[in-house]
């Protein structure tokens, strides 16, 4: 989905810039004669130029870096181009990095609030943190957008070179030569029981085979997944780094989902058992759902390695300086583990942390109160007040809901849903206790997307309309306790329902007491279910909840599919939680994959649109406003385009001030 500021996920590096970083004279002279004799070594041994200076570079560590030069999509060692006539896809990337003037050693601590992780095999895994702050900077996929300057625009990654036949249904890649799997964190190398793995690996085709292949093996649970590649042929590998993508027929989303979708597993870990034993063939999927290593950590061929995670404690990731791209100027991350929201403003204080991202109660209580209030009167060591932390409050394409369980009898009404909705003071709570950061929506577009429908607006928070409604629907006060209710499988039921929440949102605790108090002006009763984040991710994956509240992050161009066509109801870890089922959906998310004319694509999403506003399979609440604060030794904090906004790959760290 094109929004009109889209921003947050996805990671960027391309080869092609030479990196130069000054120092001394002295370290200078002593650094080129160990280069020179590196150089004559390569040399022989047939490196590339761009490998060269990525190590003269490496070597040259810690010191400023010098303006790169522009890059280039082209610089490509190909043995045979298959389609010579046919131009390379990939454009440069649009930024550059480290940017002039960078310091190379610095250490960015940014808080991991989530608890610790479900696992960290992207495979099986749907959640956008692994995807923002884990696989964007510890792997590559094939190409991704220019995020900071045209997202309209891809630039290579693992890919140097693509190319688009046969009418968008044939993709061929070229993929850069010298990059290496990182080798496994969180076991211990050097036991012999795990001596199979201290090998080095080089990527290559074999790796985007073996995804493809478990991906669409029907074993593994990744519906999320699947519902974006039914149309997928095969990948086949021609040689050693160049595949083809073959989709079975032209659809609008093969381009995102073979560049930015399709990733490399490595099959020397996901093929194997702890004791470095193949696994079979026969029962491989399901092997991967619950794989020995998907707890253990990420083993990427990105520009950063995993090397610590402890649970409940941290986790690390140092640059990989053997990583033939260019070096980003931030050499660490740092990932504290916690759960509690309010220890990141604490942490950030302090300077624990250098960059978070703020609840709007924290932002509030930090920033926007003062704003208010004389100079005079600001506290002296407040370092939000004294210019050691800058914040910004950047758009994001992530919309916000309570999403109703349609299989439950007491959500299958859609007079029902919206009755909820009527309920549900949604502007109110914006303001009051999101501190006006968002705009209240009525669908899954964002308000200013071409896509969005503007004639739709959102429902009017209306108790009386809502009472109206759920007497239509049959429910009424028969008892006279304060509930209405109905009989239900022959039995009379109060409307009583929980609502999951993730226990470490203050705000969203507070929208559903607020809601929680308005229901039961019109007889209904919720109950609120606060639950750790891994227990939420499990029950909405097990579609096991009354109703939930959830958010989801698009991308730059959307498919509806994931979350509403009714095929995904019934799919292992599918999207569509809530049971939506519609027939002309259907026929228009599986049409906006055939449909090309700009056009025809607006009208078919508004007509989506609509049908969602009228069947309310949830409550829309909101696109909101994500505040980012960081000390001032982050430099160069540029937010880009395209998720996830706060990609940290231009940024650098300066000694803590």
């Not at 570079?57 to 045979?80: H, V, W, Y």
């Not at 989902?257 to 597993?265: E, K």
Request: net charge neutral.
């Amino acid at each position: 989905m094109k929004t009109a500021k889209a921003t947050t996920l996805s990671i960027a590096l391309s080869g092609g810039v030479l990196v130069l970083l000054t120092v001394s004279v002295l370290q200078l002279n002593a650094l080129e004669k160990r280069a020179s004799t590196q150089e004559r070594q390569l040399k022989a041994l047939g490196e590339s130029t761009e490998k060269l200076v990525g190590e003269l570079g490496r070597l040259k560590g810690g010191g400023a870096a010098t303006q790169p030069a522009a890059s280039s999509a082209g610089d490509c060692e190909i043995d045979k181009v298959l389609h010579p006539e046919v131009e390379n896809f990939l454009k440069p990337r649009g930024i550059q990095w480290p940017p002039a003037g960078a310091k190379m050693n610095g250490v960015l601590k940014r808080g991991w609030r989530y608890g610790d992780p479900k696992g960290f095999n992207w495979m099986v895994e749907n959640a956008a943190e692994l995807r923002e702050l884990v696989i964007n900077y510890a792997d590559l996929q094939i190409a991704m957008r220019n995020k900071w300057t045209d997202p309209m625009e891809w630039h290579g990654q693992a890919a140097c070179r693509v190319e688009i036949t046969d009418d968008y249904k044939t993709y061929t890649v070229y993929l850069r030569r010298g990059v290496k799997w990182h080798k496994p964190s969180g076991v211990d190398l050097a036991d012999p029981r795990y001596a199979w793995l201290n090998k080095e690996h080089e990527l290559t085709s074999e790796d985007f085979v073996f995804a493809a292949k478990v991906l669409m093996n029907p074993q593994v649970e990744n519906g999320f997944m699947k519902s974006y590649f039914q149309e997928l042929d095969k990948v086949e590998a021609v040689d050693k780094y160049t595949f083809v993508v073959r989709w079975k027929k032209k659809t609008y989303q093969s381009l995102e989902q073979t560049l930015s979708g399709l990733q490399p597993l490595p099959e020397f870990l996901y093929g194997y058992t702890e004791n470095g034993q193949p696994i079979p063939q026969e029962t491989l999927g399901l092997r991967i759902n619950q794989h020995w290593y998907n707890n253990k950590g990420y083993v990427g061929v990105g520009p950063y390695r995993m090397t610590e995670y402890k649970p409940g404690v941290r986790m690390k990731f140092v640059r990989n300086d053997d990583f033939p791209g260019d070096k980003p100027a931030i050499k660490e991350f740092d990932f504290p583990i916690y759960t509690d929201r309010t220890l990141s403003v604490l942490k950030l204080k302090s300077g624990e942390l250098n960059f978070v991202d703020l609840r709007p109660g924290q932002y509030r209580e930090e920033v926007l109160d003062w704003q208010s209030k004389p100079k005079a009167s600001w506290p002296k060591n407040n370092p939000f007040l004294n210019g050691q932390i800058e914040c910004s409050a950047v758009p994001s394409p992530s919309f916000y809901f309570i999403g109703w369980n349609m299989a439950k009898p007491l959500f299958k009404d859609q007079r029902v849903r919206t009755a909820m909705t009527h309920a549900f003071n949604r502007q109110k709570i914006l303001d009051s206790v999101f501190q006006g950061l968002g705009e209240v929506v009525s669908g899954y577009t964002a308000p200013a997307s071409p896509l969005n429908d503007p004639t739709i607006r959102p429902l009017p928070f209306d108790l009386d309309r809502a009472r109206a409604l759920l007497a239509e629907a049959g429910w009424k006060d028969s008892d006279r306790d304060g509930l209405v209710d109905q009989v239900i499988e022959g039995k009379r039921t109060p409307f009583e329902f929980t609502l999951l929440l993730y226990a470490g949102s203050p705000e969203w605790t507070a929208l559903a007491n607020v809601f929680k108090e308005d229901l039961l002006k019109i007889g209904v009763k919720l109950t609120v279910g606060s639950v750790e984040w891994s227990v939420m991710q499990k029950r909405m994956d097990e579609k096991s909840f009354d109703a939930y509240s959830g958010g989801w992050s698009m991308s730059y161009e959307s498919d509806p599919f994931q979350i509403w066509h009714s095929s995904q109801v019934d799919e292992p870890k599918g999207s569509n939680r809530v049971g939506f089922r519609n027939k002309e959906a259907d026929q228009i998310i599986e049409k906006l994959r055939e449909t090309f004319v700009t056009e025809e694509r607006q009208a078919l999403f508004r007509r989506l649109h609509r049908i969602l506003h009228e069947a309310q399979p949830y409550a829309f609440f909101m696109y909101q406003k994500v505040v980012y604060c960081w000390r001032t030794e982050v430099k160069n904090v540029v937010f880009a385009q395209e998720r996830p906004i706060a990609d940290s790959f231009p940024w650098w760290v300066a000694a803590h001030d």
